[in-house]
């Protein structure tokens, strides 16, 4: 059997002196990662009305090159895949702290 006594000396003050050293805290705080989400909604919204304004710009006759169209779309359609994974995951970790004990 391992002696796990050693192990009863770490504190959290040891832990965060040590993540400090061997920079594992990284530096973005919660507030950057939630601006850079948030900007990445907003790049969503933006490739999703550019895709609904080429839609229209062919519904209407004004372009006719079918390529620009599927280009818009694609775009769009993998920002709003990307966003929804991301959510996902964000939920998922959510749903992991809330059951931890505590």
């Given amino acids: 059997m391992m002696n796990i006594g050693a192990v009863t000396g770490v504190t959290s003050d040891y832990v965060i002196d040590f993540a400090k050293k061997n920079d594992l805290l990284g530096s973005e705080s919660f507030q950057s990662v939630l601006d850079t989400a948030m900007e990445q909604i907003d790049e969503t919204n933006l490739l999703?009305?550019?895709?609904?304004?080429?839609?229209?710009?062919?519904?209407?006759?004004?372009?006719?090159?079918?390529?620009?169209?599927?280009?818009?779309?694609?775009?769009?359609?993998?920002?709003?895949?990307?966003?929804?994974?991301?959510?996902?995951?964000?939920?998922?970790?959510?749903n992991h702290i809330m059951q931890m004990q505590v």
Avoid at 53 to 64: M, P
Avoid at 66 to 79: G, I, N, R
């Fill in 48 to 94: 999703q009305n550019r895709a609904e304004s080429e839609e229209i710009r062919f519904a209407l006759g004004k372009a006719e090159n079918t390529h620009d169209l599927m280009v818009a779309e694609t775009k769009a359609s993998v920002a709003l895949q990307y966003t929804v994974e991301v959510r996902d995951k964000i939920i998922e970790a959510y």
